[in-house]
């Protein structure tokens, strides 16, 4: 299946601009998810006992290790029917407290030769009341088949100095929706974002989250959410450990690591354009991250593992390094919408190995 999409479907996809086929692929999905029996259908085939093998994390269950990375669905249109290409969660966003339209287009690079792509989005959203309002109309917690997280931002309106007000009427519009929360202060396409994961912006914001989460248990008396940090490739090791300290600090539940990269690893585009970018070039960085992390938290830190998967063996040297799952994003546009799956069924066949399941 995936020679089929890379000898014809992807030669034709990639004539057109990477922007309206990424729009026409979430229109495509969208349309899928209108017909839940079909998606269920294609789910139970992905997830057939042979196929996947569940995984408890965080008090949720996954079906499977391998979900779909933030920046797909920027706006919760398409999630629900993302199952069916065997993803076992998915991350959604990033969303802002505002509603903004991102930088200008275009905004979105391939580089086929290396299996790259470049984007500089600046995180295009409909804003955290209407995704609210859209995902009360959505399959609830009870009735989804994976976890949803939910991935969000700091408005580019937002001073930095105000962010962490920002984050936290994002996280009281949307935790009721999320089975986990994800703080993104990694993209590199919002001016000063990344400055957050300074050691005093950092502390304060996931402070300020974590109590809010906190009181927000309290009140419904019900478990907090899990709450985990997207951090960038791009930090020193003394800045992760840095990082490590304070997420211990404020009791999060793991790490995503990682975003996109400012550096161009291999030569990929040169300065131009400016971007983060994603695929197979950035895999031995998000790699290290990974090593560094769960060496440096003795393993006792739950990370997901992104960046650069881009063949079902890479998932697994994300799961050798301590990682408990993996997500994907630009693997997807050069190995097709059978790939998730594939990388589902790999890992599973791992587990039973591993674990002795079967
Ligand atoms: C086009 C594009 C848009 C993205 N947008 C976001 C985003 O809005 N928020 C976020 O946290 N990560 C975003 N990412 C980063 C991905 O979630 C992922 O961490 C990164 O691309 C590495 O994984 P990959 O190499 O499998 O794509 C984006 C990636 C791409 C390719």
Redesign the pocket.
């Known amino acids: 299946m995936d020679i089929l999409y890379e000898k014809i479907l992807r030669p034709l996809f990639f004539r057109q601009n990477p922007e309206d086929i990424?729009d026409r692929a979430v229109g495509a999905l969208r349309l899928l998810a209108a017909f839940p029996w079909l998606v269920r259908l294609m789910e139970a085939w992905n997830q057939r006992p042979a196929h996947a093998y569940p995984v408890n994390l965080f008090g949720l269950q996954f079906p499977n290790r391998v979900g779909l990375?933030?920046?797909?669905d920027?706006n919760a249109l398409c999630w629900p029917a993302v199952g069916a290409l065997g993803f076992g969660h998915a991350?959604i966003?990033?969303f802002t407290l505002h509603a903004q339209g991102g930088n200008p287009r275009p905004r979105?690079f391939r580089y086929p030769g290396h299996e790259a792509?470049v984007?500089r989005?600046g995180?295009p959203n409909a804003g955290a009341e209407t995704i609210a309002r859209r995902l009360a109309h959505a399959p609830d917690k009870t009735s989804r088949s994976f976890p949803l997280g939910v991935?969000i931002?700091k408005s580019k309106i937002t001073p930095l100095e105000e962010a962490h007000s920002d984050y936290t009427h994002s996280f009281r519009l949307l935790a009721d929706h999320a089975d986990f929360i994800?703080v993104?202060i990694?993209?590199p396409n919002t001016p000063g974002l990344r400055e957050l994961q300074g050691r005093a912006h950092l502390a304060q914001l996931l402070d300020t989250l974590q109590r809010e989460n906190r009181e927000r248990a309290d009140r419904l008396r019900i478990e907090r959410l899990p709450l985990l940090l997207?951090i960038a490739p791009d930090l020193t090791f003394a800045q992760l450990e840095e990082v490590l300290a304070i997420v211990t600090g404020a009791r999060l539940d793991g790490i995503?690591a990682?975003?996109?990269t400012v550096e161009r690893p291999g030569g990929v585009g040169g300065a131009e354009p400016q971007g983060?970018l994603?695929?197979r070039p950035?895999l031995e960085k998000?790699l290290g991250v990974v090593r560094f992390l769960a060496r440096a938290s003795g393993g006792r830190l739950p990370i997901i593992g992104?960046?650069?998967?881009s063949c079902v063996a890479d998932a697994g040297r994300f799961m050798d390094e301590g990682a408990s799952l993996v997500?994907?994003?630009?693997?997807m546009i050069y190995r097709g919408p059978f790939f998730p799956a594939a990388v589902a069924r790999s890992l599973a066949w791992c587990d039973r190995k591993w674990v002795g399941g079967g």
Do not use: D, P, R
């Open positions: 990424h990375a933030a920046g797909f920027k991350e966003g990033t979105l792509v984007n989005y995180f991935n931002g994800v993104n990694s993209s997207k995503v990682t975003n996109t983060g994603s695929g950035l998000s992104s960046g650069g998967i997500q994907l994003y630009t693997g």
